[in-house]
């Protein structure tokens, strides 16, 4: 070929590729930019607003914004300018926002980050040989395919091998 490049199956490409194109495709490129800045509320409007109020969505250039009581959807109206401007800064591109919407209700907060899971070493050697053979033979006896066998006798021995490194 001219280019270099193998030709794909089936039409096919890399998902670094694809990716840029189903953004575009389906008009998620902005959205995901707002989200992003969700993220980045606290930026937005300081640490003492942001644990009294929460973005929910944006529709038709109005951000709404739950508040947790009247008198701070009060304090929002004082600041709302200054919001505005900031989330469109940071936005970059066209204004994403020209009208701020507030609603009563309760913030919830972001669920914590996954706990890191502590990966267990593979060492079979833990297994007694005849736990090892009663795994196998439990695990394999309904299946006839060798390599299905193998794969399911695996996974049932490292999380055999997993409960025993709990503390």
Not at 76 to 104: C, M, T, W
């Amino acid at each position: 070929m001219a280019s270099g490049r193998e030709k794909r199956v089936g039409g096919g490409g890399l998902v670094k590729d694809l990716l840029p194109e189903v953004l575009g495709k389906y008009r998620l490129r902005r959205k995901m930019a707002v989200y992003r800045i969700f993220s980045r509320w606290e930026e937005i409007v300081g640490p003492q607003l942001a644990a009294k109020c929460q973005p929910l969505f944006i529709r038709q250039g109005t951000l709404h914004i739950r508040v947790v009581n009247h008198a701070w959807i009060h304090q929002l109206y004082f600041f709302q300018d200054k919001i505005i401007d900031r989330f469109n800064e940071l936005s970059g591109g066209r204004p994403a926002v020209a009208r701020l919407h507030f609603q009563l209700g309760e913030i919830v907060p972001e669920p914590p980050p996954p706990p890191v899971r502590r990966r267990v070493p593979f060492n079979p050697e833990l297994l007694s040989a005849a736990e090892k053979k009663k795994l196998r033979r439990d695990v394999c006896r309904h299946v006839h395919d060798p390599e299905l066998a193998e794969i399911l006798y695996r996974l049932r021995l490292k999380e055999r091998l997993r409960r025993l490194a709990r503390p």
